[in-house]
């Protein structure tokens, strides 16, 4: 059953994981949810952080940034974190 909520996890957007992240903080911090359901949803609250990092990992690949020549006109891309 973890398996196919893990599954789950990856088939999400970023904003829909993040939103189900926040859902799963204010719930934990409430206090309300019995122990056994409070390690299940910290469980997937860790699945969706990390799916999170990857996806924002993987947006910041795809940032470039445009280099300008001396005259201040485009001539091309780099990405972002280069040297």
Do not use: W
């Not at 926040?22 to 949810?33: D, M, P, R, T, Y």
């Not at 990857?54 to 005259?71: S, Y």
């Amino acid at each position: 059953m973890a398996d196919t909520a893990q599954d789950d996890v990856k088939t999400l957007s970023f904003e829909a994981a993040l939103e189900q992240l926040e859902q799963i903080v204010a719930k934990l911090e409430s206090g309300k949810a019995p122990l056994a359901e409070s390690i299940a949803i910290y469980e997937r609250g860790e699945a969706l952080k990390a799916h999170c990092e990857a996806l924002l990992k993987t947006a910041e690949a795809r940032i470039e940034k445009i280099t300008l020549n001396r005259e201040g006109k485009a001539v091309g891309t780099e990405p972002l974190d280069a040297g």
